[in-house]
């Protein structure tokens, strides 16, 4: 069974940093597109940022020049540095691993982000 499990949320004042990771467990092979969404609440869930296996990335406009995504394709891992984080960040925090011929949709269990002083 596959897993997705993220890490590294938390509470950040504004103009913090964090780091999120998400780590694939199980059989899961040919990992196309690695990506993080958030869900504020009373909102629906938005792209964050997407990373391809060749490593082409596309960033929502909230977040270009302030998060970078990366990935590790030997450690299943897709990563996202945020900086200058901003209270309208706050929201649940998601990976998405689109897997196989078909583009079979994985997602982790969220974390939470919250930047507040």
């Known amino acids: 069974q596959v897993q997705l499990v993220e890490s590294g949320g938390g509470l950040v004042q504004p103009g913090g940093s964090l780091r999120l990771s998400c780590d694939a467990s199980g059989s899961i092979f040919s990992i196309n597109t690695m990506g993080w969404y958030r869900q504020a609440p009373e909102k629906q869930r938005e792209l964050v940022a997407v990373?391809?296996?060749?490593?082409?990335?596309n960033y929502a406009d909230s977040v270009k020049g302030r998060f970078t995504i990366s990935r590790d394709n030997a450690k299943k891992t897709v990563y996202l540095q945020m900086n200058s984080l901003k209270p309208e960040d706050t929201a649940v925090y998601y990976c998405n691993f689109k897997a196989g011929v078909y583009e079979y949709n994985y997602w982790g269990q969220g974390t939470q982000v919250t930047v507040s002083s």
């Open positions: 990373i391809t296996r060749g490593g082409n990335t």
